[in-house]
């Protein structure tokens, strides 16, 4: 995430609410200041940023400096130090510089305050009863398997076994309306001439 200072003002809006509680290196941020305020070269400076919690804690952190040309460009790395406690969190960054002459020069950079949202906690949910919790898994399989019955049955084409039945019908039908039926004795049978579309039962 990259924030462009406005001189000393950083606009905070971008990362507001972005730290959770309890968070380690996670988020990276990059300042990205003028190189000069007003006469003054900042590429000697050493920046820190540093912080103040709800219980009034100090963090501090130097700044990684990754680029030094018309600006600088200032890496965070969020430590877990600004992430310990949740709540609002006031941000400052300094920037050092001890090699003009004998005095000290200190700038602080404005940064609007910034909230860390508090971790997730609760109590564990009971453990459910063995008997009960294995009773339920098998009126689920159960269920599961009497549905899935029920939908190959639903899936099944009939169609082509009604057809064939509907056909061997008929041909049966055709038999019997195409051959007669004569019943008589073996006497009587040896007696007449015989007929191929004729079926002969003894009796």
Known sequence: M???????????????????QGEKL???IIFRIARHYYERDLLNCVFIIKAVNEKNEIS??????????SHIDLKWNVSSLFTAVSGKLNLEIQALDSTFGDEKYVLKYILPPVYVRKAVTGD????PDLKEQAIE???TAVSDGLNNIDNKIQSFDTSGFENRLDNLANSVQG????????????D???????????????I
């Open 124 to 127: 564990n949910v009971p453990a």
């Open 188 to 202: 009587e049978y040896n007696l007449i001439i015989h007929h191929d579309d004729i079926l002969y039962v003894i």
């Open 26 to 28: 996670s988020e990276q």
């Open 60 to 69: 501090e952190q130097v700044l990684k400096v990754i680029n030094r040309e």
């Open 2 to 20: 990259l924030i462009v200072a406005d001189g000393k003002n950083i606009d905070t809006l971008p990362f507001q609410n972005l730290f959770v």
């Open 175 to 186: 038999l019997e309306e195409g051959i007669k039926i004569m019943a008589l004795t073996l």
């Open 137 to 139: 898994e098998i009126n």
